[in-house]
Protein backbone atom coordinates (compact mmCIF):
# COMPACT_ATOMS: atom_id res chain seq x y z
CA UNK A 1 0.00 0.00 0.00
CA UNK A 2 1.27 3.45 -0.84
CA UNK A 3 -0.06 6.95 0.46
CA UNK A 4 0.61 9.66 -1.85
CA UNK A 5 0.72 13.10 -0.58
CA UNK A 6 1.03 16.54 -2.89
CA UNK A 7 1.95 19.64 -2.46
CA UNK A 8 3.45 22.81 -3.76
CA UNK A 9 0.82 24.15 -5.81
CA UNK A 10 -0.12 27.76 -5.61
CA UNK A 11 -1.13 30.76 -8.02
CA UNK A 12 2.15 32.05 -10.47
CA UNK A 13 2.08 34.72 -13.45
CA UNK A 14 2.81 33.44 -17.03
CA UNK A 15 6.44 32.85 -17.23
CA UNK A 16 6.91 31.47 -13.84
CA UNK A 17 8.15 28.85 -11.82
CA UNK A 18 6.50 26.07 -9.00
CA UNK A 19 7.59 23.01 -7.81
CA UNK A 20 5.62 20.53 -6.74
CA UNK A 21 6.48 17.80 -4.36
CA UNK A 22 4.64 14.01 -4.11
CA UNK A 23 5.11 12.60 -0.68
CA UNK A 24 4.99 8.74 -0.64
CA UNK A 25 4.64 6.53 2.39
CA UNK A 26 6.35 3.34 2.66
CA UNK A 27 9.74 2.08 2.60
CA UNK A 28 9.83 0.22 -0.78
CA UNK A 29 9.27 3.66 -2.60
CA UNK A 30 11.81 3.15 -5.14
CA UNK A 31 10.03 0.31 -6.70
CA UNK A 32 7.62 2.13 -7.56
CA UNK A 33 7.26 4.49 -11.09
CA UNK A 34 5.37 7.64 -10.51
CA UNK A 35 3.39 9.37 -13.13
CA UNK A 36 2.19 13.46 -12.90
CA UNK A 37 -1.19 13.88 -14.38
CA UNK A 38 -3.65 17.45 -14.81
CA UNK A 39 -6.99 17.59 -15.00
CA UNK A 40 -8.19 21.34 -16.61
CA UNK A 41 -11.77 22.09 -16.13
CA UNK A 42 -13.70 20.98 -18.66
CA UNK A 43 -10.71 18.62 -20.70
CA UNK A 44 -9.91 15.03 -19.66
CA UNK A 45 -7.43 13.78 -17.69
CA UNK A 46 -4.04 14.64 -19.38
CA UNK A 47 -0.74 13.00 -18.93
CA UNK A 48 2.42 14.92 -17.76
CA UNK A 49 5.71 12.63 -17.01
CA UNK A 50 6.80 9.67 -15.71
CA UNK A 51 9.76 8.64 -13.95
CA UNK A 52 11.14 5.37 -13.39
CA UNK A 53 11.57 3.98 -9.66
CA UNK A 54 15.52 4.63 -9.52
CA UNK A 55 14.84 7.89 -10.87
CA UNK A 56 17.12 7.40 -14.12
CA UNK A 57 14.81 7.35 -16.67
CA UNK A 58 11.91 9.84 -17.42
CA UNK A 59 9.52 10.53 -20.03
CA UNK A 60 7.02 13.83 -20.90
CA UNK A 61 4.38 14.43 -22.72
CA UNK A 62 4.56 16.86 -25.77
CA UNK A 63 3.22 20.03 -24.11
CA UNK A 64 5.54 19.93 -21.08
CA UNK A 65 8.62 18.97 -22.93
CA UNK A 66 11.30 21.19 -21.87
CA UNK A 67 9.57 22.96 -19.41
CA UNK A 68 9.02 20.53 -16.85
CA UNK A 69 11.17 18.34 -14.76
CA UNK A 70 10.47 15.58 -13.08
CA UNK A 71 13.21 14.47 -10.31
CA UNK A 72 12.95 12.17 -7.10
CA UNK A 73 14.82 11.44 -3.83
CA UNK A 74 14.32 7.73 -2.57
CA UNK A 75 15.97 8.32 0.37
CA UNK A 76 13.27 10.72 1.01
CA UNK A 77 10.42 9.26 -0.68
CA UNK A 78 9.43 12.35 -2.93
CA UNK A 79 9.24 12.56 -6.16
CA UNK A 80 9.62 16.66 -7.80
CA UNK A 81 7.98 18.38 -10.48
CA UNK A 82 9.38 21.33 -11.64
CA UNK A 83 7.71 24.00 -13.68
CA UNK A 84 9.54 26.26 -15.45
CA UNK A 85 7.88 28.96 -17.79
CA UNK A 86 4.54 28.25 -17.44
CA UNK A 87 1.68 29.13 -19.00
CA UNK A 88 -2.04 29.70 -18.74
CA UNK A 89 -2.94 26.20 -20.42
CA UNK A 90 -1.10 24.82 -17.03
CA UNK A 91 -3.85 25.78 -15.23
CA UNK A 92 -5.04 22.50 -13.38
CA UNK A 93 -5.09 20.38 -10.67
CA UNK A 94 -1.96 18.30 -10.59
CA UNK A 95 -1.99 14.71 -9.39
CA UNK A 96 1.07 12.36 -8.55
CA UNK A 97 0.26 8.76 -9.45
CA UNK A 98 2.31 5.43 -8.11
CA UNK A 99 2.34 1.92 -9.64
CA UNK A 100 4.63 -0.86 -8.89
CA UNK A 101 7.52 -1.14 -11.23
CA UNK A 102 8.44 -4.41 -12.26
CA UNK A 103 12.14 -3.48 -13.19
CA UNK A 104 13.86 -0.20 -11.50
CA UNK A 105 14.42 1.94 -15.03
CA UNK A 106 10.85 0.73 -15.86
CA UNK A 107 8.73 3.91 -16.88
CA UNK A 108 5.39 4.40 -15.46
CA UNK A 109 2.04 3.75 -17.79
CA UNK A 110 1.08 6.86 -20.01
CA UNK A 111 -2.55 6.43 -19.29
CA UNK A 112 -4.45 7.03 -15.85
CA UNK A 113 -5.66 4.12 -15.43
CA UNK A 114 -3.09 1.66 -15.05
CA UNK A 115 -2.36 3.69 -11.74
CA UNK A 116 -2.89 1.67 -8.62
CA UNK A 117 -2.13 5.09 -5.84
CA UNK A 118 -3.27 8.64 -6.28
CA UNK A 119 -2.83 11.75 -4.69
CA UNK A 120 -5.40 14.01 -3.94
CA UNK A 121 -4.22 16.74 -6.26
CA UNK A 122 -2.79 20.16 -5.58
CA UNK A 123 -4.28 23.13 -7.63
CA UNK A 124 -1.84 24.91 -9.58
CA UNK A 125 -3.38 28.65 -11.73
CA UNK A 126 -1.61 30.74 -13.92
CA UNK A 127 -2.14 34.03 -14.13
CA UNK A 128 -1.68 36.44 -16.72
Known amino acids: QVQLVESGGGLVQSGGSLRLSCAASGRTFSTYAVGWFRHAPGKEREFVGTISGSGDNTYYADSVNGRFTISRDNAKNTVYLQMNSLKLEDTAVYYC?????????????????????WGQGTQVTVSS
Open 97 to 117: AAEWARRPYALGPYGSSDYDY
